[in-house]
């Protein structure tokens, strides 16, 4: 069944030299129980797509088009209040630098029990005076929302999870903040999961460890997990799916299986060329020529066309849409991509 479903969407940012297409005609699914990956180079428009679904678009970007749905209820005809109380419950996102987005004057676990109170049933007042209270004297240890911070920093495998919630996220060290913002967004056993590039800041040796908790946590709490990164190992790692985004725009789209073993967009191909292989250390790694064109009224229209070393006059004058070019709904979009291959 699908989850998420985000159809045509256009998330822009006027400024004084034009109108920037972050996001630019996207079509993407999620369906119950699966992990979808986002992937592309940065500044492809991957987290202005994850802010755009929970409608967290700084000013002065604007969503200009298309839909996003959640269990086919549209998020963008949902007012603020209405989206607030979803923000946190049903959907939950962790973001890439752990300690920008804790707040550094709360205890871990008050934090996480702060989420619990606003999005669970536990008889705790949310009033600004009960916050003041707890945020000067502390949570009190004995709260249903308290214990669930403990129960969900214990998920996240933060050792001695009673002590460790009452210290402040600067006595974490980075993996254990990524982890207490795991803890923080799946406490209220959201539907969605977005991570958006939760491992990037980790060494390599924790970040195998949050992907196997991730992968755990999902099963645990039978939540949907949309992932963001531009790290192509962790997707084939950790993903059921793939979505490759470049410019604004999904390109190519699979099962990862599939589509790692057999990509058939040019830029999907120049990515994993580009890519060191642990496997193969001899192979060659052939960087993706030129540079990520700049989003303002980009002039062409395969955007990956300036760059592409199969293109032709008609990749530039003509939408490349998406067709089939695998099994088990591989697309690209490309004009010199089809069933077999090459130009169908």
């Not at 669970?120 to 003041?132: F, I, N, R, T």
Request: charged share 30%; net charge negative.
């Amino acid at each position: 069944m699908t989850l998420l479903e985000i159809e045509g969407l256009r998330t822009q940012f006027p400024t004084d030299r034009g109108v920037v297409h972050a996001v630019d005609g996207v079509d993407l699914t999620v369906e119950s129980g699966e992990i979808v990956g986002l992937v592309g180079e940065s500044g492809s428009g991957k987290s202005v797509l994850a802010q755009s679904v929970l409608g967290i678009v700084d000013a002065p970007g604007q969503i200009a088009g298309g839909d996003v749905r959640l269990d086919g209820e549209s998020l963008l005809e949902k007012g603020e209040a209405e989206l607030r109380e979803l923000r946190g419950g049903r959907v939950s996102m962790v973001f890439q630098d752990p300690m920008n987005s804790l707040n550094p004057t709360l205890t871990v676990g008050e934090q996480i029990a702060e989420t619990v109170r606003l999005h669970q049933d536990v008889d705790e007042s949310v009033s600004l005076p009960a916050e003041v209270k707890r945020k000067i004297l502390g949570a009190a240890r004995d709260g249903e929302a308290w214990r669930r911070a403990i129960e969900m920093l214990e998920a996240v495998q933060i050792p001695e999870p009673a002590a460790r919630a009452r210290d402040y996220p600067h006595e974490f060290s980075g993996g254990m903040r990524q982890r207490a913002m795991i803890a923080m967004a799946l406490a209220c056993e959201p539907d969605l999961l977005i991570a958006d590039e939760p491992t990037t800041a980790l060494d390599v040796t924790i970040q195998a460890q949050i992907l196997d908790e991730l992968r755990d946590l999902k099963d645990a709490f039978d939540t949907s997990v949309l992932f963001i990164t531009h790290d192509l190992a962790v997707v084939a790692e950790l993903c059921d799916r793939v979505a490759v985004m470049y410019a604004g725009e999904i390109v190519e789209r699979g099962p990862a299986d599939e589509l790692f073993a057999d990509p058939r967009h040019p830029y999907t191909q120049g990515l994993i060329a580009s890519t060191p292989r642990l496997d193969d250390p001899e192979a060659d790694v052939r960087p993706i020529e030129g540079y990520v064109p700049d989003l303002i009224d980009i002039p062409y229209a395969c955007h990956f066309a300036p760059r592409c070393p199969e293109s032709t006059r008609e990749c530039f004058e003509r939408d490349p849409d998406f067709r089939p070019v695998g099994g088990d709904g591989h697309e690209a979009a490309c004009l010199r991509r089809g069933p077999g291959g090459d130009r169908p």
